[in-house]
C-alpha cells in the first residue's frame, strides 16, 4: 500500500520547545533557527516540522466552513484532520504538491491565513472544482479565521495502511503556532547517522529543550503493522501445526489399513496384480476420506469466514483463490501422505506376506 509519503531515509524526532508560556514570536524564532542549523548538516537532504507524524496514530480534527456556502440547520459540518507544518515539511516526507504553491516564509503571522489541502478533502469538499483560491473557515487549523487554500497535495494514510486518506487541511507553522511538534530530516544516508548531530544543534540553541521519540520512518511504519503481523504470524503458525497434524493423521490411518490388510495384498501381488496397481488401490482409498473431509472442510470455512472479516486486508471473505488453492495444497499433502504406504504396500513379497 503506498502512504503517500517515501518513508526510506527519514528520521523523526519530537521536540517540545516549552513546556508552556512561550509566546508564539519566540516560538517561531526558535524553530526558524533550529531548521536553518539542521537543513545545514551535511547528509541533509531536506527538514521540517508537522504537529502530528504520520501512521502515530494521532490526529486533530476541525469544522469546516465553506465561505459563501453555509451549512444547512441541523446537518453537522465537515469534519477534517488538521496539521501544523513548517521549514519544507512535504519536501522531506516527499509528498507531491500537486496544484498550486506550497507555503512560503512570506507565510507569516501577518499575513492573510492560507491553507493546503490533501485531494481528499478536495474531492470531498469541493467535487469537480477548482481548490485553489476557495477559501475556508477550519476550526482551530485557521484559529477560526477565513484562510485561502493556496494548494493541493497527494493523500497522505495518516490513521495507517488500512485506512483510507481523510480529508486534511495543513496550515502554516506561524500562522498556527503549537507548542510540540515533530522534527523531520531526509537524509542521504542513514538517518540514525543523523540523530546525534540534530540533537546537538537543538541543544545548542536551548539546552532544556526536551527531546524523544527518535525513530526513522521505516521504524514507525514497521509498528504501525506490528499487530496485524504478530496475528497473521500466529495465524499461520497454527495453519502450518494443523496442515502438518492433518498430513501425520492421514499417513497413520492409511499405513494402518495397509498392515491391516498386509495378507490381501500380497494375495493380489501373486494373483498378478502389478505393483502400481496396488499403488493406485491404496491411494484410490485413503484420498476417498480426504475428499469427504475436503468437501466438509469447505462448507464450514464458507459458514465461518465472515467471522475473520476484521483480519482480511483487500481479501473478501468467499476469496476465490484462497478457496482453489487451499484444496489443492490440502489434496497434494494428502497424495503424499497416503503414496508412502501405498508404496511399502506395493513393495509387499507375496511370499512373505502369506507367511505372516
Known amino acids: 500500500v503506498d502512504p503517500g509519503f517515501t518513508h526510506a531515509h527519514v528520521l523523526t524526532l519530537h521536540v517540545q520547545p516549552s513546556q508552556g508560556g512561550t509566546d508564539n514570536a519566540k516560538l517561531s524564532e526558535f524553530w526558524h533557527e533550529a531548521l536553518s542549523r539542521v537543513s545545514a548538516l551535511p547528509g541533509v537532504e531536506a527538514a521540517g516540522t508537522v504537529l502530528h507524524l504520520p501512521m502515530s496514530q494521532r490526529i486533530w480534527m476541525a469544522n469546516i466552513e465553506v465561505e459563501g456556502r453555509p451549512a444547512p440547520a441541523g446537518v ?3 469534519r477534517a484532520g488538521w496539521e501544523s507544518v513548517n521549514g519544507n515539511y512535504f519536501g522531506a516526507m516527499q509528498i507531491p504538491l500537486l496544484r498550486g504553491r506550497s507555503f512560503t516564509r512570506f507565510d507569516n503571522a501577518s499575513a492573510p491565513r492560507v491553507l493546503i489541502v490533501n485531494q481528499a478533502f478536495a474531492k470531498r469538499v469541493f467535487p469537480g472544482e477548482d481548490v485553489v483560491g476557495r477559501r475556508v473557515r477550519a476550526g482551530n487549523a485557521t484559529n477560526q479565521e477565513i484562510a485561502t487554500i493556496v494548494g493541493i497535495i497527494g493523500d497522505v494514510r495518516h490513521s495507517g495502511l488500512d485506512m483510507p486518506a481523510d480529508p486534511e487541511v495543513y496550515a502554516p507553522f506561524d500562522q498556527r503556532v503549537v507548542v510540540a511538534t515533530s522534527l523531520v530530516l531526509r537524509a542521504k544516508g542513514d538517518p540514525k547517522a543523523l540523530a546525534s548531530a540534530v540533537t546537538r544543534e537543538i541543544w545548542s540553541i536551548s539546552r532544556d529543550v526536551p527531546i524523544s521519540g527518535i525513530r526513522t520512518m521505516d521504524e514507525m511504519l514497521s509498528e504501525s503493522v506490528a499487530r496485524p503481523r504478530v496475528i497473521l504470524s500466529l495465524l499461520g503458525a497454527f495453519a502450518a501445526a494443523g496442515l502438518l497434524l492433518g498430513a501425520i493423521g492421514i499417513y497413520g490411518v492409511v499405513a494402518y489399513t495397509v498392515r ?72 497434494a499433502t494428502a497424495l503424499v501422505a497416503t503414496w508412502l504406504p501405498a508404496r511399502a504396500a506395493a513393495s509387499i513379497e507375496p511370499t512373505e506376506a502369506l507367511k505372516g
Open 76 to 78: 453537522k459540518p465537515l
Open 260 to 331: 491391516q490388510r498386509r495378507r490381501e495384498i500380497g494375495i493380489r501381488v501373486a494373483l498378478g496384480a502389478r505393483r502400481s496397481g496396488v499403488i493406485r488401490l491404496v491411494i484410490a482409498q485413503g484420498m476417498r476420506h480426504v475428499l469427504v473431509g475436503l468437501f466438509i472442510g469447505i462448507a464450514g470455512a464458507v459458514m465461518l469466514a465472515r467471522a475473520m472479516w476484521s483480519l482480511l486486508f483487500r481479501v473478501t471473505p468467499a476469496d476465490t483463490l484462497t478457496f482453489v488453492l487451499v484444496p489443492l495444497a490440502l489434496v
